[in-house]
């Protein structure tokens, strides 16, 4: 019989001798066509995300100057291509494991979806975030010093701390190559920033979701709340407004003076003097500073107060109970997570083994992934199992997160506003580190005969050891971290948290 052709269908081309005829390169029209449900899928995204997610997490309103609105549309271009590429990796991983889709169109998206994300992981988000936080402080020349002084910097320690990262080498396990690329090496130290920020994010919810279940106290809203809130906004903008007011007519009436025909002896008399209007404008860009950090702190306040009302009244109903039940347990587990983790490495209990090989609720789903195909590796996939768990836990208490976040906002009242677009530029940079750091662990646990495409795109893995032990250390670090903050948050709350006055409406501070 004659040699059997290669696989041309959806799968990976199976390998054959050298009898076999070798795979032809596909056309370029056949992988246009083959790639079209990757690009149906980044358009989606992008669209959604560009119209819907971003303007929640940024916020509709923005400051009136040109490069503040240009500065937020090349974020939310970049928020928007970093989850569309983000989810096309996350499709490319299930069609890896599936087989589904031709192999040559999956390794092109690969390689394309890896190097979109590691430009914008590297290099356009880190200069947007840093241009944000000195953007308004000086003059344009010292600020882009900065922020060029910012990024060679974390570009030094990027590289220089991958250096003494425990990257498997090239001659190390069945991935062996001849060389790595800087795009290997770039994916690799990304896949370790990527399991260090889950690992603090997951110790982070695993504290904050049991607090606000279990600890902190629901204060019930009514009506009457929302309206005194609101009542102390109105009057808080009223006021900021006047003092703008004001603020113009003194600049307009300063610019008239220094434009009018004064004598040399006149102005330098007023300068001896002291200058009434510029003092009193020095003054007022002092007051109107201090009213807008206020109006900010009671909009929030006015704006938790209608999301707290409205989760008392859906928790009423069958639907938030069961929720809310469900919303229990996972909290249970939370618990149940920390102290597994601080067990499992316990000096005193003799054990070194990581949370991920310890865990009866990893092992047993590993059982049945083996079950499955018994070809797999239970211990590899109990680890991949552990990491998609944190991910789930920071996915469920996103809400606990967020009110977290904003009760340490409130004690710091000089947070303002003005950099809402970081939030969402720091929520992409989660989710494609996350999905880029499952990809590589992925591909550390899958057999070669699973993982063809992805080995080839991705390149080195990371040292499973290396990844439980860093993985737990830093969650445990976030896990005791966040609860001493929420403790001492709490007392700071409760000693200067600012209230509203029932009769005039004005922001008062309890002592």
Same mark, same amino acid.
């Given at each position: ?29 056949? &992988?246009?066509?083959?790639? +079209? ?48 590429? /983000? ?6 991983? +299930? ?38 936080? $000195?953007?308004? =402080? ?7 010093? $900065? ?12 590289? /220089? ?25 770039? &994916?690799? =130290? ?18 904050? /979701? ?26 808080? %903008?009223?006021?900021?407004? @006047?003092?703008? !007011? ?43 500073? @201090? ?34 039940? $469900? ?5 249970? *587990? ?15 209990? @003799? ?10 609720? !990893? !092992? ?69 580190? *996350? ?26 893995? &990371? ?42 409406? %004005? &922001?008062?501070?309890?002592?």
């Amino acid at each position: 019989m004659g040699p059997e052709p290669p696989s041309m269908g959806f799968g990976a081309p199976e390998k054959c001798d050298d009898e076999c005829i070798p795979h032809r390169a596909p056309s370029t029209p056949h &992988l246009l066509f083959a790639s +079209l449900p990757f690009v149906l899928t980044f358009s989606v995204i992008c669209i959604v995300v560009l119209h819907r997610l971003f303007p929640a997490l940024c916020g509709a309103g923005s400051r009136r100057d040109l490069e503040s609105r240009l500065r937020k549309r090349i974020s939310a271009i970049a928020f928007s291509t970093t989850l569309g590429a /983000t989810g096309v990796l996350a499709e490319l991983v +299930l069609c890896e494991v599936s087989d589904w889709v031709d192999s040559d169109a999956r390794q092109l998206a690969f390689r394309t979806v890896v190097s979109v994300l590691l430009v914008c992981l590297i290099a356009v988000i880190p200069l947007l975030e840093l241009y944000s936080l $000195v953007e308004g =402080r000086w003059n344009r020349t010292r600020r882009t010093a $900065v922020v060029i002084g910012g990024f060679t910097a974390w570009l030094w320690i990027f590289w /220089t701390l991958g250096d003494k990262l425990p990257i498997r080498s090239e001659k190390m396990g069945l991935w062996a190559t001849n060389s790595r690329t800087l795009s290997e090496e770039c &994916l690799a =130290r990304v896949g370790v920033v990527g399991v260090s920020l889950m690992a603090l994010l997951s110790g982070f919810g695993c504290v904050s /979701t049991p607090w606000h279940s279990f600890i902190a106290k629901q204060r019930q809203v009514s009506d009457a709340d929302i309206s005194r809130a609101q009542a102390g906004l109105d009057a808080t %903008t009223e006021l900021l407004n @006047g003092k703008r !007011n004001k603020l113009r007519y003194i600049e307009k009436r300063m610019q008239e003076r220094d434009s009018s025909q004064e004598s040399l002896m006149t102005k330098m008399m007023s300068t001896l003097r002291g200058d009434p209007d510029s003092q009193e404008h020095a003054v007022l860009l002092k007051e109107v500073a @201090g009213l807008e950090t206020m109006r900010i702190s009671l909009s929030s306040e006015l704006a938790e107060l209608q999301r707290h009302l409205a989760f008392q009244q859906y928790a009423r109903s069958a639907t938030g109970r069961i929720l809310t039940t $469900v919303y229990w347990g996972f909290s249970v *587990y939370c618990i149940y997570r920390i102290a597994a983790t601080t067990l499992a490495h316990l000096p005193l209990l @003799g054990r070194s083994s990581s949370f991920s090989r310890s865990d009866p609720i !990893n !092992n047993v789903l590993a059982l049945l992934a083996a079950y499955w195909d018994p070809h797999l590796d239970r211990a590899a996939w109990s680890r991949q199992i552990g990491f998609l768990l944190s991910g789930v836990i920071i996915a469920g208490s996103f809400g606990s997160v967020m009110t977290t976040l904003k009760m340490v906002m409130r004690v710091a009242p000089a947070v303002k506003g003005d950099n809402h677009p970081n939030l969402a530029l720091f929520f992409s940079q989660i989710s494609a580190v *996350y999905v880029l750091a499952s990809a590589l662990l992925l591909r550390s646990n899958l057999p070669p005969s699973m993982s063809t495409v992805i080995t080839e795109s991705l390149g080195a893995p &990371l040292d499973p050891s290396f990844v439980d032990h860093w993985f737990d250390g830093l969650f445990l670090f976030a896990a005791l971290l966040t609860a001493v903050a929420l403790v001492a948050v709490r007392k700071l709350r409760a000693a200067w948290e600012p209230e509203l006055d029932l009769e005039s409406g %004005t &922001l008062t501070k309890q002592l």
